[in-house]
Protein backbone atom coordinates (compact mmCIF):
# COMPACT_ATOMS: atom_id res chain seq x y z
CA UNK A 1 0.00 0.00 0.00
CA UNK A 2 0.82 3.47 -0.92
CA UNK A 3 -0.17 6.10 1.81
CA UNK A 4 -2.74 9.18 0.66
CA UNK A 5 -1.73 12.12 2.17
CA UNK A 6 -4.08 14.04 5.07
CA UNK A 7 -3.42 17.66 3.68
CA UNK A 8 -3.29 19.42 6.63
CA UNK A 9 -2.33 22.86 4.42
CA UNK A 10 -5.52 22.18 2.62
CA UNK A 11 -7.68 21.32 5.48
CA UNK A 12 -6.41 24.13 7.23
CA UNK A 13 -7.02 26.66 4.92
CA UNK A 14 -10.63 25.73 4.62
CA UNK A 15 -10.55 26.06 8.28
CA UNK A 16 -9.09 29.59 8.00
CA UNK A 17 -11.89 30.54 5.91
CA UNK A 18 -14.72 29.43 7.92
CA UNK A 19 -13.31 31.72 11.19
CA UNK A 20 -12.54 34.53 7.98
CA UNK A 21 -16.68 34.33 7.73
CA UNK A 22 -17.47 34.10 11.65
CA UNK A 23 -15.36 37.30 12.10
CA UNK A 24 -17.30 39.35 9.60
CA UNK A 25 -20.01 37.79 11.06
CA UNK A 26 -19.03 39.42 14.36
CA UNK A 27 -17.56 42.50 12.87
CA UNK A 28 -20.48 43.25 11.34
CA UNK A 29 -22.46 42.92 14.62
CA UNK A 30 -19.62 45.70 16.11
CA UNK A 31 -17.37 43.19 17.98
CA UNK A 32 -13.78 42.75 16.95
CA UNK A 33 -11.82 39.78 17.68
CA UNK A 34 -8.68 39.83 19.68
CA UNK A 35 -5.97 37.54 20.70
CA UNK A 36 -3.62 38.20 23.34
CA UNK A 37 -0.27 37.20 22.75
CA UNK A 38 2.54 36.45 25.48
CA UNK A 39 5.37 36.03 25.01
CA UNK A 40 7.83 35.68 27.73
CA UNK A 41 11.97 35.67 26.89
CA UNK A 42 13.56 35.09 23.61
CA UNK A 43 13.18 31.46 23.20
CA UNK A 44 13.93 31.24 19.71
CA UNK A 45 11.47 28.64 18.40
CA UNK A 46 8.62 30.66 20.24
CA UNK A 47 9.42 33.81 18.71
CA UNK A 48 8.51 32.14 15.24
CA UNK A 49 5.32 30.50 16.09
CA UNK A 50 4.26 33.94 17.97
CA UNK A 51 5.03 35.22 14.80
CA UNK A 52 3.10 33.07 12.53
CA UNK A 53 0.22 33.05 14.98
CA UNK A 54 0.12 36.61 14.22
CA UNK A 55 0.31 36.28 10.34
CA UNK A 56 -2.56 33.79 10.65
CA UNK A 57 -4.42 36.33 12.63
CA UNK A 58 -4.77 39.00 10.41
CA UNK A 59 -5.26 36.97 7.61
CA UNK A 60 -8.78 35.88 8.91
CA UNK A 61 -9.21 39.47 10.53
CA UNK A 62 -8.70 38.76 14.24
CA UNK A 63 -6.78 41.61 16.12
CA UNK A 64 -3.47 41.14 18.06
CA UNK A 65 -2.02 42.26 21.06
CA UNK A 66 1.30 41.12 21.68
CA UNK A 67 2.79 41.31 24.86
CA UNK A 68 6.55 40.76 24.97
CA UNK A 69 8.06 40.52 28.57
CA UNK A 70 12.01 39.70 29.24
CA UNK A 71 13.14 36.17 30.48
CA UNK A 72 13.57 37.78 33.96
CA UNK A 73 9.76 38.63 34.25
CA UNK A 74 8.86 36.99 37.85
CA UNK A 75 5.54 35.08 37.66
CA UNK A 76 3.55 37.64 39.75
CA UNK A 77 4.44 40.15 37.31
CA UNK A 78 3.36 37.91 34.84
CA UNK A 79 0.21 36.77 37.06
CA UNK A 80 -0.77 40.55 37.14
CA UNK A 81 0.04 41.22 33.37
CA UNK A 82 -2.49 38.03 32.85
CA UNK A 83 -5.16 39.97 35.40
CA UNK A 84 -4.86 42.79 33.20
CA UNK A 85 -5.39 40.98 29.97
CA UNK A 86 -8.60 39.09 31.95
CA UNK A 87 -10.05 42.01 33.10
CA UNK A 88 -9.87 43.40 29.54
CA UNK A 89 -13.53 43.57 27.62
CA UNK A 90 -11.76 43.94 24.19
CA UNK A 91 -10.12 40.73 24.84
CA UNK A 92 -11.39 37.62 23.88
CA UNK A 93 -8.02 34.82 23.89
CA UNK A 94 -5.29 35.07 25.56
CA UNK A 95 -2.26 32.35 24.86
CA UNK A 96 0.72 32.45 26.61
CA UNK A 97 3.35 30.77 24.67
CA UNK A 98 4.79 27.50 26.53
CA UNK A 99 7.12 26.94 27.83
CA UNK A 100 7.65 29.28 30.28
CA UNK A 101 11.29 30.61 32.05
CA UNK A 102 12.42 27.74 34.59
CA UNK A 103 11.40 29.75 37.65
CA UNK A 104 7.78 30.36 36.59
CA UNK A 105 5.22 27.71 37.60
CA UNK A 106 3.78 27.60 34.06
CA UNK A 107 0.43 25.37 35.64
CA UNK A 108 -0.24 28.64 38.32
CA UNK A 109 0.15 30.79 35.02
CA UNK A 110 -2.46 28.46 32.74
CA UNK A 111 -5.21 28.72 35.90
CA UNK A 112 -4.56 33.12 36.07
CA UNK A 113 -6.25 32.93 31.81
CA UNK A 114 -10.42 32.77 33.02
CA UNK A 115 -11.29 29.40 31.08
CA UNK A 116 -13.65 31.43 28.72
CA UNK A 117 -10.43 33.00 26.82
CA UNK A 118 -8.03 29.87 27.08
CA UNK A 119 -7.79 29.73 23.55
CA UNK A 120 -5.37 26.82 24.18
CA UNK A 121 -7.56 24.93 26.08
CA UNK A 122 -5.33 24.09 28.76
CA UNK A 123 -7.00 25.27 31.82
CA UNK A 124 -7.82 22.45 34.49
CA UNK A 125 -11.57 23.72 33.63
CA UNK A 126 -11.52 23.23 30.15
CA UNK A 127 -9.71 20.00 30.05
CA UNK A 128 -11.87 18.23 32.92
CA UNK A 129 -14.46 19.22 30.84
CA UNK A 130 -12.94 17.80 27.35
CA UNK A 131 -13.03 14.53 29.86
CA UNK A 132 -16.12 14.87 31.04
CA UNK A 133 -17.74 16.37 27.70
CA UNK A 134 -19.55 18.30 25.86
CA UNK A 135 -16.01 20.08 25.30
CA UNK A 136 -15.85 23.78 25.58
CA UNK A 137 -12.20 25.28 24.19
CA UNK A 138 -10.38 22.42 22.85
CA UNK A 139 -6.09 22.50 22.87
CA UNK A 140 -5.58 23.39 19.40
CA UNK A 141 -2.92 20.43 18.19
CA UNK A 142 -5.73 17.73 19.13
CA UNK A 143 -8.47 19.57 17.85
CA UNK A 144 -6.47 20.11 14.55
CA UNK A 145 -6.40 16.18 14.41
CA UNK A 146 -9.30 15.71 14.79
CA UNK A 147 -10.63 17.78 12.04
CA UNK A 148 -8.22 16.77 9.62
CA UNK A 149 -9.38 12.78 10.10
CA UNK A 150 -12.85 13.91 9.89
CA UNK A 151 -12.71 15.54 6.86
CA UNK A 152 -10.69 13.34 5.16
CA UNK A 153 -13.79 11.11 6.09
CA UNK A 154 -11.98 8.65 8.39
CA UNK A 155 -14.71 6.67 10.67
CA UNK A 156 -12.75 6.17 14.58
CA UNK A 157 -15.38 4.16 15.93
CA UNK A 158 -14.17 0.85 16.84
CA UNK A 159 -10.69 1.22 15.88
CA UNK A 160 -7.54 0.73 17.84
CA UNK A 161 -5.68 3.75 18.55
CA UNK A 162 -2.42 4.68 19.97
CA UNK A 163 -1.02 7.59 21.38
CA UNK A 164 2.54 8.07 21.47
CA UNK A 165 3.08 10.56 24.20
CA UNK A 166 1.26 12.07 27.51
CA UNK A 167 1.40 15.62 27.36
CA UNK A 168 -0.86 17.69 28.73
CA UNK A 169 -0.57 19.64 25.25
CA UNK A 170 -1.26 16.51 22.90
CA UNK A 171 -0.95 13.20 24.15
CA UNK A 172 -3.34 13.21 26.77
CA UNK A 173 -6.30 15.73 25.25
CA UNK A 174 -5.90 13.76 22.29
CA UNK A 175 -6.14 10.43 23.86
CA UNK A 176 -9.80 12.02 25.20
CA UNK A 177 -10.71 13.49 22.07
CA UNK A 178 -10.09 9.82 20.08
CA UNK A 179 -12.27 8.21 22.91
CA UNK A 180 -15.08 10.30 22.29
CA UNK A 181 -14.94 9.54 19.12
CA UNK A 182 -15.19 5.82 19.96
CA UNK A 183 -11.87 5.03 19.33
CA UNK A 184 -10.43 2.14 21.58
CA UNK A 185 -7.64 4.10 23.03
CA UNK A 186 -4.37 3.02 24.12
CA UNK A 187 -1.91 5.67 25.25
CA UNK A 188 2.06 4.89 25.04
CA UNK A 189 4.95 7.12 27.13
CA UNK A 190 8.67 6.56 27.56
CA UNK A 191 7.70 3.49 30.26
CA UNK A 192 5.92 1.95 27.97
CA UNK A 193 6.87 -1.93 27.29
CA UNK A 194 7.15 -2.75 23.78
CA UNK A 195 5.78 0.13 21.62
CA UNK A 196 6.47 -1.66 18.47
CA UNK A 197 4.10 -3.88 19.46
CA UNK A 198 1.37 -1.53 20.70
CA UNK A 199 1.75 -0.08 17.58
CA UNK A 200 1.41 -2.93 15.12
CA UNK A 201 -1.61 -3.57 16.10
CA UNK A 202 -2.95 -0.31 15.82
CA UNK A 203 -5.43 1.34 13.36
CA UNK A 204 -4.64 5.22 13.81
CA UNK A 205 -1.20 5.85 15.71
CA UNK A 206 -0.55 9.37 16.75
CA UNK A 207 2.71 10.24 17.43
CA UNK A 208 3.36 13.25 19.97
CA UNK A 209 6.79 12.87 21.62
CA UNK A 210 9.17 15.33 19.68
CA UNK A 211 11.33 12.49 18.77
CA UNK A 212 12.54 12.12 14.76
CA UNK A 213 12.08 8.73 13.65
CA UNK A 214 10.54 7.04 16.79
CA UNK A 215 7.71 5.48 15.52
CA UNK A 216 9.66 3.29 12.81
CA UNK A 217 7.95 2.34 9.36
CA UNK A 218 8.39 -1.17 9.92
CA UNK A 219 6.08 -0.94 13.16
CA UNK A 220 2.80 0.08 10.88
CA UNK A 221 -0.27 -1.94 10.45
CA UNK A 222 -1.05 -2.41 6.64
CA UNK A 223 -3.62 0.05 5.90
CA UNK A 224 -3.27 2.28 9.38
CA UNK A 225 -3.86 6.48 9.78
CA UNK A 226 -0.72 8.28 10.67
CA UNK A 227 -0.75 11.29 12.44
CA UNK A 228 2.40 12.68 13.14
CA UNK A 229 2.44 15.59 15.23
CA UNK A 230 6.22 15.84 16.06
CA UNK A 231 8.06 18.81 14.47
CA UNK A 232 11.85 18.36 14.71
CA UNK A 233 15.01 19.66 12.84
CA UNK A 234 17.69 17.44 11.60
CA UNK A 235 20.19 18.76 9.66
CA UNK A 236 18.46 22.08 8.49
CA UNK A 237 15.24 19.79 7.63
CA UNK A 238 12.08 19.30 9.55
CA UNK A 239 11.03 15.48 10.36
CA UNK A 240 8.22 14.23 12.27
CA UNK A 241 8.34 11.42 15.13
CA UNK A 242 7.47 8.99 12.69
CA UNK A 243 9.83 7.41 9.90
CA UNK A 244 7.66 8.88 6.79
CA UNK A 245 8.68 7.10 3.97
CA UNK A 246 8.69 3.56 5.16
CA UNK A 247 5.68 4.51 7.16
CA UNK A 248 3.81 5.62 3.75
CA UNK A 249 4.85 2.26 2.10
CA UNK A 250 2.23 0.59 4.66
CA UNK A 251 -0.22 3.35 5.99
CA UNK A 252 -3.37 3.91 3.95
CA UNK A 253 -3.67 7.47 5.18
CA UNK A 254 -0.35 10.02 6.64
CA UNK A 255 0.26 13.46 7.67
CA UNK A 256 3.52 14.74 6.28
CA UNK A 257 6.11 17.40 8.14
CA UNK A 258 5.95 19.94 7.64
CA UNK A 259 2.07 20.45 5.85
CA UNK A 260 0.31 18.20 7.93
CA UNK A 261 -0.75 18.72 11.94
CA UNK A 262 0.74 22.04 11.49
CA UNK A 263 -1.68 24.12 9.65
CA UNK A 264 -4.09 22.68 11.67
CA UNK A 265 -2.93 23.54 15.17
CA UNK A 266 -2.94 27.09 14.01
CA UNK A 267 -6.30 27.05 12.31
CA UNK A 268 -7.69 25.89 15.32
CA UNK A 269 -6.40 28.73 17.69
CA UNK A 270 -8.11 31.12 15.18
CA UNK A 271 -11.35 29.08 15.28
CA UNK A 272 -10.99 28.71 19.35
CA UNK A 273 -10.24 33.24 19.33
CA UNK A 274 -13.65 33.22 16.80
CA UNK A 275 -15.89 30.71 18.88
CA UNK A 276 -14.57 33.08 22.16
CA UNK A 277 -15.62 36.14 20.75
CA UNK A 278 -18.79 34.62 20.08
CA UNK A 279 -19.64 33.45 23.37
CA UNK A 280 -18.87 37.02 24.79
CA UNK A 281 -21.08 38.67 22.40
N1 LIG B 1 4.18 25.63 22.95
C1 LIG B 1 4.17 24.54 22.16
N2 LIG B 1 2.91 24.28 21.77
C2 LIG B 1 2.13 25.23 22.30
C3 LIG B 1 0.74 25.48 22.23
O1 LIG B 1 -0.05 24.78 21.60
N3 LIG B 1 0.32 26.57 22.91
C4 LIG B 1 1.15 27.36 23.62
N4 LIG B 1 0.64 28.38 24.28
N5 LIG B 1 2.44 27.14 23.71
C5 LIG B 1 2.92 26.07 23.04
Redesign the pocket.
Known sequence: MTARILDGRAVGREVLAEVAERVRALRARGVAPRLAVVLVGDDP??AV?VRNKGRRAAEVGIDTVDLRLPAETTEADLLGRIGELAGDPSVHGI?????LPAHVDPQRVLRAIPPEKDV?G?HPQNMGQLVLGPPALV???PAGCMILLDRTGIDLAGKRAVVVGRSN??GKPMAHLLLAADATVTIAHSRTRDLPSLVREADVVVAAVGRPGLVKGAWIREGAVVVDVGINRVDGKLVGDVEFAAAAERAAWITPVPGGVGPM?IAC?MRNVAAAAEAAV
Open positions: ASYLVQLPDFPCTIVTL
